[in-house]
């Protein structure tokens, strides 16, 4: 997908030790995988992404390697929504060749290391990157009459309120926002985030969380006013409230509060055990006589934070690009956080928040906010939906097939933003 920071330090630390290393950037296809693994006699395939439906589209990648009888091949896998128990068992059981599990770079690093040793010597080990690893979770059990599937789940899940207060939005239909302080919104910087994740720093010398933080914050202030100074980060927002009714699992979009027409709808995965959740759930029902409203936002850092970045890349600074890119990353997160922040109070139930920013990262707020491509909204098609609804092209964002239905620029992201107080981060599977 279009999150390459994982890939690029994969990139870096093999090419530091001696491998050849062939980038072929975001949103390849597997033909191009195929096609230039094939005209430079590769070794290995790596694949790395961030979203929930990477990983369904990594396993048909395998099942084409597969039909290409190109099992030969080593392939490795890596990215925040991957388990090893999933590619060490699910992976395994669907390639015919060797696949392994990247928790980082350095694992990666061993992974080669060790097929090059096999390589040079001949010594064949054929339960390397074959034999099922992970955990040993008990096996699921068969559905019975007694599990609901299908027709047979319920229209709503019955745990969740259907008489909880309806906000009444400040304005209908969209707004575009610029010129936002960057400071203001650094206030919203989720520092592990940045500092552990993207920028890979860890505590030294015994460090508690706090003496560590202290240490990088430096830093961050040298990156944000560098970034700053230069013109890279550029933050504008488009979002606005909207009349919706939950139709089983559809959330409706409607044109008016009268519902007169339906604008568009968003289609959602249901839990099929108890407690049965949907996010259409969060909304009054649309068979019922009031109408409900839902909040959406598309934010962007712009593209020239991307385009510094690649720059950095490009010409081999890899600290300064680590350091750049992570700071976009957790920038546009700390925007979505921020306006966010924005719209509970304009909607008038911010005095529901928690004491702290940590609090906000642990959804202390009332209600939730549920970005597409992760488990409970996986179908990353309703970004395009999204952007058309909020005519998101006034901010210059490009979405659809050409784009593999996820946002450019690079550091953007959406949400659907419920008022609910049930509304909290779930998976449905």
């Given at each position: 997908d279009v999150h390459d920071i994982g890939k690029n330090l994969v990139d870096i630390i093999l090419t530091n030790n001696g491998y050849e290393v062939h980038n072929l950037g975001i949103k390849v296809s597997i033909a191009e995988m195929i096609d230039r693994a094939l005209s430079v006699e590769a070794h290995a395939i790596g694949m790395s992404g961030l979203l929930v439906k990477s990983t369904l589209i990594m396993r048909d990648n395998l099942e084409e390697l597969n039909s290409r009888d190109l099992h030969h091949l080593p392939v490795l896998l890596g990215g925040a929504a991957l388990t090893r128990t999933y590619v060490?068992?699910?992976?395994?059981?669907?390639?015919?060749?060797?696949?392994?599990?990247?928790?980082?770079?350095?694992?990666?690093?061993?992974?080669?290391?060790?097929?090059?040793?096999?390589?040079?010597?001949?010594?064949?080990?054929?339960?390397?990157?074959?034999?099922?690893?992970?955990?040993?979770?008990?096996?699921?059990?068969?559905?019975?009459?007694?599990?609901?599937?299908?027709?047979?789940?319920?229209?709503?899940?019955?745990?969740?309120?259907?008489?909880?207060?309806v906000f009444e939005p400040p304005f209908t239909g969209s707004r575009v926002?610029?010129?936002?302080?960057?400071?203001?919104?650094?206030?919203?910087?989720?520092?592990?985030?940045?500092?552990?994740?993207?920028?890979?720093?860890?505590?030294?010398?015994?460090?508690?969380?706090?003496?560590?933080?202290?240490?990088?914050?430096?830093?961050?202030?040298?990156?944000?006013?560098?970034?700053?100074?230069?013109?890279?980060?550029?933050?504008?927002?488009?979002?606005g409230y909207f009349p919706v009714n939950g139709s089983g699992d559809d959330l409706v979009v409607w044109d008016s509060?009268?519902?007169?027409?339906?604008?568009?709808?968003?289609?959602?995965?249901?839990?099929?055990?108890?407690?049965?959740?949907?996010?259409?759930?969060?909304?009054?029902?649309?068979?019922?006589?009031?109408?409900?409203?839902?909040?959406?936002?598309?934010?962007?850092?712009?593209?020239?934070?991307?385009?510094?970045?690649?720059?950095?890349?490009?010409?081999?600074?890899?600290?300064?690009?680590?350091?750049?890119?992570?700071?976009?990353?957790?920038?546009?997160?700390?925007?979505?956080?921020?306006?966010h922040h924005r719209i509970r109070t304009e909607w008038g139930f911010v005095e529901e928040d928690g004491p702290n920013l940590i609090g906000l990262f642990r959804q202390q707020y009332r209600g939730g906010r549920y970005s597409w491509g992760y488990p409970a909204c996986p179908d990353l098609e309703d970004n395009l939906t999204v952007a058309q609804l909020l005519e998101a092209d006034r901010i210059g964002i490009q979405v659809g097939e050409e784009t593999s239905f996820q946002y450019q620029p690079e550091q953007t992201t959406s949400a659907l933003i419920c008022h609910h107080p049930q509304a909290k981060y779930f998976v449905a599977r």
């Open positions: 060490e068992r699910d992976m395994r059981e669907t390639y015919q060749g060797r696949v392994f599990y990247g928790k980082d770079a350095f694992e990666g690093l061993a992974v080669m290391d060790r097929l090059g040793e096999l390589r040079r010597t001949g010594v064949d080990d054929p339960d390397f990157g074959r034999r099922p690893g992970g955990r040993d979770l008990p096996r699921r059990p068969r559905r019975d009459s007694s599990t609901p599937t299908g027709e047979d789940l319920p229209g709503r899940a019955p745990s969740v309120q259907a008489d909880n207060p926002v610029k010129g936002m302080p960057v400071a203001d919104i650094a206030e919203y910087v989720n520092e592990t985030a940045l500092f552990r994740n993207q920028w890979q720093f860890r505590p030294v010398d015994g460090e508690d969380d706090a003496a560590f933080k202290e240490r990088i914050r430096p830093t961050m202030r040298e990156q944000l006013a560098s970034a700053t100074s230069q013109g890279l980060l550029l933050p504008q927002v488009v979002y509060s009268d519902r007169n027409a339906e604008v568009c709808r968003f289609r959602y995965p249901r839990q099929p055990k108890d407690p049965y959740l949907c996010i259409a759930d969060f909304f009054r029902p649309a068979d019922g006589d009031e109408v409900d409203y839902a909040a959406f936002h598309i934010v962007t850092m712009g593209a020239e934070v991307s385009k510094a970045a690649a720059k950095l890349f490009a010409d081999n600074r890899y600290q300064d690009y680590l350091l750049l890119h992570g700071l976009g990353v957790e920038m546009a997160e700390a925007l979505a956080e921020y306006w």
